[in-house]
């Protein structure tokens, strides 16, 4: 127990405030909609709810990922978040579906009520302004490895669009939940007062079938990608990274191979290099803990780095293969 404490604390900080935020904002709107019966409260509420359970997981999951290798599992656990981000999507794309559902029954059952009226507002307004919190954070969390010069002020904010597909996992799913949350908020305020003030009394349920499909979007895009960690996805972007900083030493003629596979939050990296056939093992040696040193120290997240050694062939094998 004092093992899983410990490892919490690595967890991804961004989905542990995501988690807090959103059951505040969940329990807010379930006492909202019982009150007034609103179905675009209904929508947000089961929204938060599926948000609230789903950063949990991934809290979770991105702290017991950072777990070390032991004898059961020697390549370690990093692709435990991913298998949790799988899970978690699930409860997201149920939610989405009773979304559409509720929607759909109040499309074709609108009634004109002005009941409650600003209760709805003040709620949504609120949960607007929390979830902007949040998605705040993950915004950070995805360009602070950038330079700060380049994050000054708010430049952070359209350069966390631009570099999305390379954060953590955890991180991108509080991201995309976040933009539909924010959005939904809004768009569900503004179709509260469209059905109040004008004859399109079932905007509201039109907000709840568009909040519905945007959480099927982000099941979609979070299924995806972590299908494809679970499985073990190369890092191309990466790989061009590595290979250009181990050709700089002088000792290595080519690279006949680099994998570098992505595992969760972390990086499994293989090398086969080619050098001159009269190094010595010494040479080689003292060459293997350079690059390793050289890796790690470049890329953050590394776990393991495993380096084979083979002649020079005379042949630009990498250049082929980055082409």
């Known amino acids: 127990m004092k093992e899983f404490f410990g490892l919490l604390k690595g967890g991804n900080k961004s989905a542990f405030w995501a988690a807090i935020v959103n059951t505040m904002v969940a329990v807010i709107k379930t006492i909202a909609y019982l009150i007034t019966g609103n179905v675009a409260m209904f929508a947000e509420m089961m929204h938060s709810f599926g948000d609230a359970a789903n950063q949990l997981f991934v809290f979770v999951g991105s702290a017991l990922s950072k777990k070390a290798p032991t004898e059961k599992f020697p390549g370690g656990f990093g692709r435990l978040v991913n298998l949790v981000l799988l899970g978690a999507v699930l409860i997201v794309g149920v939610l989405a579906y009773e979304t559409i559902i509720e929607g759909i029954n109040h499309i074709s059952d609108a009634v004109h009520t002005e009941d409650w009226f600003w209760l709805n507002i003040g709620v ?28 000054r002020g708010l430049k952070y904010i359209p350069l966390s669009y631009k570099n999305v597909k390379g954060a953590k996992p955890a991180t991108k799913l509080v991201f995309l939940e976040d933009n539909v949350a924010v959005g939904g908020a ?138």
């Open 124 to 151: 949504l307004g609120a949960s607007a302004l929390l979830e902007a919190f949040v998605l705040n954070k993950a915004m950070k969390e995805i360009t602070e490895h950038l330079p700060k010069e380049q994050t």
């Open 186 to 323: 809004v768009l569900a305020l503004a179709a509260i007062v469209i059905s109040t003030y004008t004859p399109f009394h079932s905007a509201t349920g039109y907000a709840s079938v568009i909040i519905g499909v945007l959480l099927i979007l982000v099941v979609g895009r979070v299924f995806l990608d972590n299908a494809a960690g679970a499985l073990g996805v190369a890092d191309v972007k990466m790989q061009a990274r590595i290979g250009a900083k181990v050709l700089q030493h002088p000792q290595v003629a080519d690279i006949q191979d680099l994998d570098v596979i992505k595992e969760g939050d972390h990086f499994h990296v293989e090398l086969k290099l080619e050098v001159d056939p009269g190094m010595t093992i010494a040479e080689a040696d003292d060459l293997r803990d350079y690059i390793e040193k050289r890796i790690r120290d470049g890329v953050q997240g590394v776990t393991d780095v495993i380096i084979e050694f083979d002649e020079d062939d005379k042949i630009p094998t990498w250049m082929n293969t980055t082409e």
